[in-house]
């Protein structure tokens, strides 16, 4: 098979060393009323804990857990709605996986990070905005040594569709952008950074398809390389489908993500996604 070859990488998850030796899957768990999949939603602790126990049944490698919709004309909810979401929704999952499982919160304020880290005891913080839209972020997450991960876009969700202009080529110069920002977080003490390229966000559809095709230029970066395609507008557009008709196209576009190299599939389904990393897998040995 003509593929990238697959470099591990380790995260300190508060002392414990784990290594990234093969793609993870991670579930998206989204803890709102308007998430653009509406078949993500859950919205109080029985669909969120049925959710969580279907996604690790299934293979999730980590739960990531959203409270505030970051789509296109999304309301943003406030800080403390979005913890109070939050409380629910971790408390829900480690009642029922437990605590083993590694959890992450999608958030872009400093704040509800660190309470999800010290009160909650999420393992990972992911933030849409790679630090733009909170300047304590950065510094935050430095102090709570967590791993973070950093996705490039441009402007705010309500924002990003009138920031598609590059001056160049859109693969290189997110790229420069990305080093930069994860430049910074190394300098501030943070060690553990993953690199997701923000498929969607401030991208045409033409844009993304570049970055996918230029994706083993993202580990020139040397860190952990997220994909999140699932069920976006980038497959819909060109299908002419529903996001709810979106998941062959998902697919498709995350065994191309592992094929390049990709460390982490955030999705929206994970056998799907865990069945089309084991046939990789079988297919890489034979």
Partial sequence: MNNCSFKKYSLNLHGRLVEIDRPWVMGIINATPDSFFSGSRTMDSESVAERAKAMVLEGAD?????????RPGAEVVTPEEEINRLNVAVKAIKTAVGNDVILSV????????????EELGVDIINDISGGDLDPEMNSV?????VPYIVM???????????????D??????????????IDTLHQLGVNDVIADPGFGFAKTVEQNYRLLACLESFHALEVPVLVGVSRKSMIQKVLNCTAQEALNGTTVLNTIAM???AHILRVHDVKAAVEARKLIGVARNS
């Fill in 106 to 117: 999608d958030t872009f304020r400093a704040g509800v990070a660190r309470h999800c880290v």
């Fill in 141 to 145: 997450v430095a102090q709570l040594q």
């Fill in 152 to 166: 490039h876009t441009r402007g705010t969700p309500a924002t990003m569709k009138q920031f598609t202009d590059y």
């Fill in 168 to 181: 160049g080529d859109v693969a290189a110069i997110v790229l420069e952008e990305l080093a930069h920002k």
């Fill in 62 to 70: 980590i739960l990531d857990i959203g409270a505030c919709s970051t």
């Fill in 259 to 261: 094929m390049k190299g």
